[in-house]
């Protein structure tokens, strides 16, 4: 046990001086840029200086172990990696996501397969010169989106994999992250598992997604992206970070592993009037009319079969600039005039409420921002990393939870 502990010490030693000029200990100041927007957000905007990590999305997994789908022929990776070395910044890439985490299962089934694909992965490393590989697997022994492939030894099977991939010459030297949810991975009983400990000896770090709490899918209006529901009614505790990091840390992630992953959209919904305002002010938790989802900005997605053959409505979720095109917010990110504004003091998030529209908003801004931004630096976690890039409006955002963290 002690030998396995020292080894586990020496090889993370190994690792931070092998890539000491680009991977510095330090706060995660990361983002997910999205390769599918780069025509509206291209590589150009992004704001170098307050990021050292981007995070490009998706490398999706395939049928094929031997092979990643980018989504483009590659060229985008390569801008991006080669805009961010320019500014002493790291890219890694994130395999999985909503719709890319079909094959995960299978792709770390077998020893074989294992193998196959940590070679698929230090391939897509040493090609594009990425310093890091984020896994966004939704999720292991749980199902996702609805047809990926799933087994009650998908946790197990991604660890094994993980610590072949670190025993690589080139996984070795990579930073290893994943995005989770707000509860750690599904053991074979398909309920949270209790020890993580493997992962953190694995992982530089995970990223949580505090964000999808609430949605179409709930029984009412509620927080998207709650920092806190302890002091919510016990209905009205869907999760939050203050949660998830207990429940990860519990499970034996330490909290400087921990990087809290925040969103720069919100849900919207169709909210009648009598349910949304109650004596002049915004009610907390109304009701919605699921028959009539409001459509969301130019990012959001249509009504349409997804990749499992399932018929959705659309997706609803308005980008920070998106509230402001759509005349909720000021372009300062200010409520605008004629508009209902609530700020929930618990989960600390705010809405918007168009009242002749009828269409509520729980979103994020920058005193949310804040808010979690002074939560990453009291309860010691790593940093923060926003989904996406290109949702928030002349850094707003960005600014605000760096500020807060204390990284300005
Ligand atoms: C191994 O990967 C291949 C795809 O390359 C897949 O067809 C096969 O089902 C996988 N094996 C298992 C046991 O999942
Ligand atoms: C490595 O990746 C490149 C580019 O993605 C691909 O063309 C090549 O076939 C891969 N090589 C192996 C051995 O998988
Ligand atoms: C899960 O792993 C156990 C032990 O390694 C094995 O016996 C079992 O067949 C596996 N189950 C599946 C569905 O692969
Ligand atoms: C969360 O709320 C509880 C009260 O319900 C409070 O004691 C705790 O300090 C809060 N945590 C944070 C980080 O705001
Ligand atoms: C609304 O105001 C009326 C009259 O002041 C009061 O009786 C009622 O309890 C209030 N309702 C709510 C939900 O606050
Ligand atoms: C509220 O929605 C209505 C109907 O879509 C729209 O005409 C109006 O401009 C919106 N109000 C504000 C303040 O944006
Ligand atoms: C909510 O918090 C804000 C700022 O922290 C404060 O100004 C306000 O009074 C609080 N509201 C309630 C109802 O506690």
């Known amino acids: ?76 990776l390569a801008e991006l990696v080669s805009a961010a070395h320019a500014h002493a910044a790291q890219v890694s890439v994130s395999i999985g996501g909503w719709t890319g985490s079909r094959f995960f299962s299978t792709a770390v089934a ?60 080139v996984g070795e030297l990579l930073t290893l992250s994943a995005a989770t949810g707000i509860g750690p991975f599904f ?20 990223e949580i997604m505090d964000y999808d709490v609430w949605g ?77 989802p409001p459509a969301g900005d130019a990012w959001d997605d249509a009504a349409g079969v997804d990749e499992c053959g399932t018929y959705n409505t659309v997706g609803g979720l308005q980008d920070f600039w998106g509230l402001m095109q759509f005349g909720f917010l000021t372009s300062k990110g200010d409520a605008a005039p004629d508009i209902y504004y609530r700020y929930d003091n618990c989960t600390q998030t705010p809405y918007v409420y168009n009242a002749t529209s009828e269409v509520m908003v729980a979103f994020d801004n920058a005193d949310s921002f804040a808010a979690k931004g002074k939560y990453i630096k009291s309860a010691g976690l790593r940093g923060f990393s926003m989904w996406e890039a290109g949702g928030d409006s002349d850094d707003i955002l960005l600014d605000a939870v760096r500020s807060a963290a204390g990284y300005l």
Request: net charge negative; charged share 15%; proline share 7%.
């Open 110 to 169: 077998t020893p074989a397969n294992r193998t196959a694909f940590v070679k698929t992965i230090t391939n897509l490393t040493t090609t594009y010169h990425l310093d890091g590989i984020d896994f966004d697997w939704e999720s292991p022994a749980n199902q996702g989106i609805g047809c990926n492939t799933i087994s009650p030894n998908d946790t197990a099977n991604f660890l094994t994999f993980l610590q072949e991939l670190r025993k690589d010459p």
């Open 216 to 292: 179409s899918w709930s029984d009412g209006v509620g927080p998207n992206a709650p920092l806190n529901d302890t002091c919510a009614s016990p209905a009205d505790q869907q999760g939050s970070a203050v949660s998830a990091v207990k429940a990860w840390t519990a499970a034996g992630m330490p909290a400087n592993q921990i990087v809290l992953a925040v969103a720069s959209y919100g849900h919207s919904f169709r909210v009648a009037k009598s349910d949304a305002i109650v004596n002049g002010t915004m009610a907390a938790y109304p009701p919605f009319n699921a028959d009539d």
């Open 1 to 76: 046990m002690k030998s396995l502990l020292i080894g586990v010490a020496l090889l993370a030693a190994s690792r931070i001086s092998g890539v000491s000029s680009l991977a510095p200990p330090g706060p995660v100041t990361s983002s997910w840029w999205t390769s599918w927007h780069a025509s509206d957000f291209p590589v150009s905007k992004l704001s170098w200086g307050k990021y050292n990590r981007v995070v490009y999305a998706f490398a999706e997994t395939t049928p094929d172990v031997n092979t990643l789908d980018l989504g483009d022929p590659g060229d985008l």
């Open 187 to 206: 053991d074979a009983d398909g309920e949270p598992g209790s020890d993580m400990k493997g992962f953190a000896e694995v992982l530089d770090y995970i």
